[in-house]
Protein backbone atom coordinates (compact mmCIF):
# COMPACT_ATOMS: atom_id res chain seq x y z
CA UNK A 1 0.00 0.00 0.00
CA UNK A 2 1.06 3.61 -0.88
CA UNK A 3 1.30 5.30 2.17
CA UNK A 4 -0.22 9.15 1.99
CA UNK A 5 3.29 10.57 2.76
CA UNK A 6 4.78 8.22 -0.09
CA UNK A 7 2.32 9.68 -2.42
CA UNK A 8 3.21 13.23 -1.66
CA UNK A 9 6.62 12.01 -1.78
CA UNK A 10 6.66 11.28 -5.05
CA UNK A 11 4.84 14.36 -6.77
CA UNK A 12 6.98 16.26 -9.05
CA UNK A 13 6.68 19.49 -10.38
CA UNK A 14 8.31 20.86 -13.65
CA UNK A 15 9.64 24.30 -14.44
CA UNK A 16 6.03 25.54 -15.46
CA UNK A 17 4.69 24.94 -12.05
CA UNK A 18 2.89 21.90 -13.29
CA UNK A 19 2.54 19.10 -11.21
CA UNK A 20 2.75 15.44 -11.98
CA UNK A 21 1.36 12.96 -9.56
CA UNK A 22 0.57 9.32 -9.92
CA UNK A 23 -2.41 7.53 -7.95
CA UNK A 24 -2.18 4.15 -6.83
CA UNK A 25 -5.05 1.72 -6.50
CA UNK A 26 -5.09 1.43 -3.37
CA UNK A 27 -6.18 5.51 -2.94
CA UNK A 28 -9.40 4.77 -5.93
CA UNK A 29 -12.89 5.24 -5.11
CA UNK A 30 -14.25 2.71 -7.97
CA UNK A 31 -13.34 3.90 -11.52
CA UNK A 32 -12.06 7.27 -9.57
CA UNK A 33 -9.17 8.96 -7.45
CA UNK A 34 -10.98 9.63 -4.32
CA UNK A 35 -12.38 12.60 -3.71
CA UNK A 36 -10.28 13.72 -0.79
CA UNK A 37 -7.13 13.00 -2.16
CA UNK A 38 -7.75 14.68 -5.29
CA UNK A 39 -8.31 18.13 -3.25
CA UNK A 40 -5.50 17.16 -1.04
CA UNK A 41 -3.06 16.77 -4.38
CA UNK A 42 -4.63 19.99 -5.87
CA UNK A 43 -3.83 22.08 -3.07
CA UNK A 44 -0.32 20.64 -2.82
CA UNK A 45 0.19 21.62 -6.52
CA UNK A 46 -1.24 25.43 -5.03
CA UNK A 47 1.44 25.58 -2.49
CA UNK A 48 3.98 26.08 -5.16
CA UNK A 49 2.62 29.69 -5.81
CA UNK A 50 1.24 30.50 -2.32
CA UNK A 51 3.29 28.72 0.19
CA UNK A 52 3.17 31.55 2.87
CA UNK A 53 -0.45 32.08 3.38
CA UNK A 54 -2.64 29.90 5.73
CA UNK A 55 -5.76 28.19 3.47
CA UNK A 56 -9.52 29.35 4.31
CA UNK A 57 -11.72 27.96 1.56
CA UNK A 58 -10.96 25.18 -0.51
CA UNK A 59 -14.14 24.50 -3.55
CA UNK A 60 -14.03 21.68 -5.49
CA UNK A 61 -15.88 20.33 -8.52
CA UNK A 62 -15.36 16.52 -9.69
CA UNK A 63 -15.80 16.94 -13.18
CA UNK A 64 -14.77 13.54 -14.46
CA UNK A 65 -13.14 9.98 -13.44
CA UNK A 66 -9.13 10.52 -12.56
CA UNK A 67 -6.53 7.72 -11.36
CA UNK A 68 -3.25 6.73 -12.40
CA UNK A 69 -1.11 9.34 -13.60
CA UNK A 70 -2.77 12.99 -13.24
CA UNK A 71 -1.65 16.29 -14.07
CA UNK A 72 -2.01 19.54 -11.96
CA UNK A 73 -1.74 23.22 -13.55
CA UNK A 74 -2.11 25.75 -10.73
CA UNK A 75 -2.89 29.25 -11.87
CA UNK A 76 -2.33 32.28 -9.51
CA UNK A 77 -5.56 34.76 -9.95
CA UNK A 78 -4.98 37.34 -7.50
CA UNK A 79 -1.94 37.86 -5.04
CA UNK A 80 -3.21 41.10 -2.43
CA UNK A 81 -1.60 41.88 0.58
CA UNK A 82 -3.42 39.72 2.90
CA UNK A 83 -5.38 36.95 0.36
CA UNK A 84 -4.52 35.34 -2.33
CA UNK A 85 -6.82 33.14 -5.08
CA UNK A 86 -5.25 29.92 -6.65
CA UNK A 87 -7.08 27.53 -9.31
CA UNK A 88 -6.02 23.67 -9.76
CA UNK A 89 -6.93 22.15 -12.99
CA UNK A 90 -6.33 18.43 -12.24
CA UNK A 91 -6.26 16.62 -16.08
CA UNK A 92 -5.14 13.01 -16.87
CA UNK A 93 -5.16 11.02 -20.28
CA UNK A 94 -9.02 10.72 -20.81
CA UNK A 95 -9.61 14.65 -20.05
CA UNK A 96 -10.63 16.77 -17.48
CA UNK A 97 -10.75 15.26 -13.72
CA UNK A 98 -11.38 18.42 -10.90
CA UNK A 99 -11.01 21.98 -10.44
CA UNK A 100 -10.42 23.63 -7.23
CA UNK A 101 -10.20 27.02 -6.41
CA UNK A 102 -8.39 27.71 -2.99
CA UNK A 103 -8.47 30.95 -1.17
CA UNK A 104 -5.73 31.72 1.25
CA UNK A 105 -5.53 34.59 4.19
CA UNK A 106 -3.37 35.70 6.81
CA UNK A 107 -4.90 36.23 10.35
CA UNK A 108 -5.87 39.93 10.94
CA UNK A 109 -6.93 41.51 14.12
CA UNK A 110 -11.08 41.96 14.53
CA UNK A 111 -13.70 43.08 17.71
CA UNK A 112 -15.45 39.49 16.46
CA UNK A 113 -14.04 36.21 18.41
CA UNK A 114 -16.19 33.25 18.39
CA UNK A 115 -16.78 29.66 17.06
CA UNK A 116 -20.08 28.61 18.51
CA UNK A 117 -20.26 25.18 16.91
CA UNK A 118 -20.58 22.73 19.17
CA UNK A 119 -19.38 19.00 18.91
CA UNK A 120 -22.14 16.14 19.74
CA UNK A 121 -21.69 14.41 23.18
CA UNK A 122 -20.30 10.90 22.07
CA UNK A 123 -17.87 8.76 23.16
CA UNK A 124 -14.18 8.77 22.22
CA UNK A 125 -12.17 6.64 19.77
CA UNK A 126 -10.65 4.52 22.24
CA UNK A 127 -14.46 3.21 23.45
CA UNK A 128 -15.80 3.40 19.34
CA UNK A 129 -16.31 0.07 17.28
CA UNK A 130 -15.44 0.22 13.46
CA UNK A 131 -17.44 2.11 11.41
CA UNK A 132 -17.58 -0.26 8.54
CA UNK A 133 -18.82 -3.92 8.71
CA UNK A 134 -16.29 -6.72 7.99
CA UNK A 135 -15.77 -7.02 4.31
CA UNK A 136 -18.15 -4.24 2.99
CA UNK A 137 -15.66 -0.94 3.28
CA UNK A 138 -14.34 0.82 -0.03
CA UNK A 139 -10.34 0.55 -1.07
CA UNK A 140 -9.24 3.90 -0.25
CA UNK A 141 -10.64 3.73 3.36
CA UNK A 142 -8.08 1.60 4.12
CA UNK A 143 -5.77 4.72 4.56
CA UNK A 144 -7.76 5.95 7.42
CA UNK A 145 -8.82 4.34 11.33
CA UNK A 146 -12.24 5.11 11.37
CA UNK A 147 -14.76 4.65 14.20
CA UNK A 148 -18.38 4.80 14.55
CA UNK A 149 -20.05 6.65 17.17
CA UNK A 150 -23.39 8.06 15.43
CA UNK A 151 -25.80 6.91 12.78
CA UNK A 152 -25.44 3.61 10.78
CA UNK A 153 -23.19 1.51 8.56
CA UNK A 154 -23.05 2.40 4.85
CA UNK A 155 -26.57 0.63 3.13
CA UNK A 156 -28.44 -0.70 5.93
CA UNK A 157 -31.44 1.09 5.25
CA UNK A 158 -31.00 3.36 8.20
CA UNK A 159 -33.97 6.33 9.02
CA UNK A 160 -30.45 8.10 10.55
CA UNK A 161 -29.66 10.96 8.27
CA UNK A 162 -26.56 11.71 10.22
CA UNK A 163 -23.39 9.70 10.96
CA UNK A 164 -20.39 10.66 13.29
CA UNK A 165 -17.42 8.68 13.76
CA UNK A 166 -13.93 9.62 14.85
CA UNK A 167 -10.77 9.05 11.89
CA UNK A 168 -7.16 9.76 11.46
CA UNK A 169 -4.81 8.74 8.99
CA UNK A 170 -2.92 5.06 9.23
CA UNK A 171 0.30 6.49 8.15
CA UNK A 172 1.37 8.40 10.97
CA UNK A 173 3.61 10.13 9.41
CA UNK A 174 1.08 12.46 8.15
CA UNK A 175 2.00 16.00 9.24
CA UNK A 176 -0.85 18.36 10.76
CA UNK A 177 -1.67 20.46 8.11
CA UNK A 178 -4.19 21.53 5.66
CA UNK A 179 -3.46 19.23 2.64
CA UNK A 180 -3.65 16.14 5.57
CA UNK A 181 -7.57 17.36 6.86
CA UNK A 182 -8.78 17.53 3.08
CA UNK A 183 -7.14 14.39 2.37
CA UNK A 184 -8.98 12.84 5.50
CA UNK A 185 -12.35 15.31 5.73
CA UNK A 186 -14.11 13.19 3.06
CA UNK A 187 -13.11 9.91 3.91
CA UNK A 188 -16.48 8.75 5.48
CA UNK A 189 -19.33 7.72 3.13
CA UNK A 190 -22.22 9.95 2.88
CA UNK A 191 -24.81 9.99 5.13
CA UNK A 192 -27.69 9.01 2.59
CA UNK A 193 -25.63 6.12 1.72
CA UNK A 194 -26.75 4.76 5.28
CA UNK A 195 -30.44 5.18 4.27
CA UNK A 196 -29.81 2.78 1.14
CA UNK A 197 -31.20 -0.84 1.73
CA UNK A 198 -29.00 -2.15 -1.25
CA UNK A 199 -26.28 -1.07 -3.10
CA UNK A 200 -26.27 1.60 -5.50
CA UNK A 201 -23.48 4.11 -6.88
CA UNK A 202 -23.18 7.54 -5.33
CA UNK A 203 -20.55 10.21 -6.00
CA UNK A 204 -19.33 13.55 -5.44
CA UNK A 205 -19.87 16.49 -7.72
CA UNK A 206 -19.18 19.39 -5.34
CA UNK A 207 -17.49 20.11 -2.46
CA UNK A 208 -16.95 23.06 -0.34
CA UNK A 209 -14.71 22.84 2.50
CA UNK A 210 -13.91 26.17 5.10
CA UNK A 211 -10.93 26.17 7.43
CA UNK A 212 -11.77 27.86 10.77
CA UNK A 213 -8.14 27.53 11.80
CA UNK A 214 -4.78 27.59 11.40
CA UNK A 215 -3.78 26.21 14.34
CA UNK A 216 -4.50 22.34 13.22
CA UNK A 217 -4.06 19.96 16.54
CA UNK A 218 -5.23 17.05 18.18
CA UNK A 219 -4.16 13.82 19.92
CA UNK A 220 -2.91 11.00 18.68
CA UNK A 221 -4.41 11.97 15.28
CA UNK A 222 -8.03 11.48 16.08
CA UNK A 223 -11.19 13.85 14.37
CA UNK A 224 -14.47 13.82 15.34
CA UNK A 225 -16.64 13.99 11.81
CA UNK A 226 -20.14 14.45 11.39
CA UNK A 227 -21.53 14.99 8.23
CA UNK A 228 -25.46 15.00 7.88
CA UNK A 229 -27.95 14.94 4.90
CA UNK A 230 -30.34 17.38 4.32
CA UNK A 231 -31.98 16.66 1.58
CA UNK A 232 -32.43 13.66 -0.64
CA UNK A 233 -34.42 14.16 -3.74
CA UNK A 234 -34.37 13.93 -7.94
CA UNK A 235 -31.10 11.73 -7.26
CA UNK A 236 -29.30 14.30 -5.72
CA UNK A 237 -28.25 14.76 -1.89
CA UNK A 238 -26.78 18.02 -0.07
CA UNK A 239 -25.09 17.30 2.61
CA UNK A 240 -23.35 19.29 5.44
CA UNK A 241 -20.19 18.28 7.38
CA UNK A 242 -18.27 19.62 10.16
CA UNK A 243 -15.11 18.59 11.36
CA UNK A 244 -13.35 18.65 15.30
CA UNK A 245 -10.22 17.52 17.21
CA UNK A 246 -9.86 15.69 20.20
CA UNK A 247 -11.13 18.55 22.23
CA UNK A 248 -14.17 19.24 20.72
CA UNK A 249 -12.72 22.56 18.70
CA UNK A 250 -13.92 23.26 15.13
CA UNK A 251 -11.60 22.93 12.38
CA UNK A 252 -13.41 22.56 9.38
CA UNK A 253 -17.15 23.22 8.04
CA UNK A 254 -18.07 22.23 4.69
CA UNK A 255 -21.21 21.30 2.42
CA UNK A 256 -21.12 18.22 -0.34
CA UNK A 257 -23.85 17.90 -3.08
CA UNK A 258 -23.79 13.67 -3.93
CA UNK A 259 -24.83 11.84 -6.58
CA UNK A 260 -26.84 9.13 -5.85
CA UNK A 261 -28.28 6.64 -8.80
CA UNK A 262 -30.08 4.32 -6.36
Request: charged share 20%; hydrophobic share 40%.
Amino acid sequence: MTTYTELLAGLKRGDDGRVEASVSPDWMQGRTTYGGLTAALCLEAARGLVDDLPLRSAQVAFVGPSGGDVSLKPTLLRRGKNTAFVTVDMTQEQGFAAQCVFAFGKARESSLDFQEIAMPDVPGPNDAPSFFREGRRPGFTNNFNMKGVLGDAPITGSDKRSIGLWMRHKDQAAPMDATAILALADAPPPAALSMLKTPAPISSMTWMAEFLTEDITTEEGWFFALHTADTATNGYSSQAMTLWNSKREPILIGRQTITVFG
